[in-house]
């Protein structure tokens, strides 16, 4: 079959149809896939239907996997399924938190540099799509003066952050759970060695340090104006489809799908390169 690759929007995305299964499994396709991870944040392989040592296999080749604990994937210790089923997952009941725009594992120095995510079961409902924000672009498009403003402000992530949103009344037994996963600062805007800048925001945002003035509204403000249509990309899953995005820099959500949901993925996940800074 042809291989087609198509660009999503004016700054995110790439979509290829024509590459499925073991052909996934290739050098040449991994570093393609990392450098359009680069220049556009998402990349779409259509009904890429890969088996879950395809999956594997093709994850090292962009990197160093990271190992999963309580992935739910009863052979692949490296896979963890996202689902809302918890016969399927021990962190089912965790998944609501996907619904709110994140970046995944901002409480570490070193954040992921990419997540890979492949449908097993759609949705059977038609909910359940993905969105992808992109904030290199949101940045970008700030004024001189608000980039000034941002300069030296730094940022409280942390995983209670992000629970918040899902159960603002939490008990004193849930909340001490949340807290048992320890927070960290970062920088608000993340300068990488190739002077590339992003804004580091989203769920697991608390409270800019320092600076009670500036408030909750604020980081409010600023996640609202990263994810305007302009900087989005909305992903309407197809089974089979696999979808990588450089974590770093890309905001992404699930619509809201309902805990009897047949969705189903598999996801692996690419350890950091770059600490932020
Ligand atoms: C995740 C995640 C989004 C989705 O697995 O980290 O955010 O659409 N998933 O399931
Ligand atoms: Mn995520």
């Known amino acids: 079959m042809a291989v087609t690759v198509t660009e999503l929007t004016p700054t995110t995305g790439v979509q290829i149809t024509g590459l499925s299964g073991a ?19 998402v990349v779409i392989y259509r009904e890429a239907d890969v088996s879950d040592d395809d999956l594997v296999s093709f994850t090292r080749l962009l990197g160093q996997v990271v190992p999963l604990p309580n992935g739910g994937h009863p052979t692949h210790p490296e896979i963890q399924r996202i689902t809302r089923d918890p016969s399927k997952s021990p962190l089912a009941a965790y998944r609501e938190g996907t619904f709110h725009w994140h970046i995944d594992g901002t409480t570490s120095q070193v954040p ?15 909910d359940g799509d993905t969105e992808f924000a992109n ?4 940045y970008e498009a700030l004024s001189d003066a608000e980039k000034r403003e941002l300069e030296g402000l730094r940022v409280e992530h942390s995983f209670a952050a992000s629970q918040l949103l899902v159960t ?3 008990s004193p037994k849930e909340r001490a759970a949340w807290d048992r996963n320890p ?21 697991t945002a608390g409270e ?34 696999l979808v990588i995005w450089d ?18 993925m598999h996801r692996t996940s690419v350890s950091g390169e770059e600490a932020v800074a």
Request: net charge positive.
């Open 183 to 203: 927070a960290r600062e970062h920088p608000l805007v993340w300068t990488r060695a190739s002077g590339r800048k992003s804004l580091l925001i989203g769920a």
């Open 23 to 41: 052909r996934l499994v290739d050098k040449a396709v991994a570093e393609e896939a990392l450098a359009a991870l680069d220049r556009r944040g």
């Open 135 to 138: 904030t290199y672009a949101a």
């Open 168 to 170: 603002p009344d939490p």
């Open 247 to 264: 974590n770093t820099g890309m905001l992404h959500r699930a619509l809201p799908y309902g805990k009897a949901s047949s969705r189903l």
């Open 208 to 241: 800019v340090v320092g600076r009670p003035d500036l408030g909750r509204t604020f980081l409010d403000g600023l996640l609202e104006r990263a994810t305007r249509p302009e900087f989005t990309l909305r992903h309407r899953w197809r089974q089979g489809d």
């Open 112 to 126: 992921d540099k990419a997540t890979v995510l492949t449908a097993r079961q759609i949705s059977d409902d038609g």
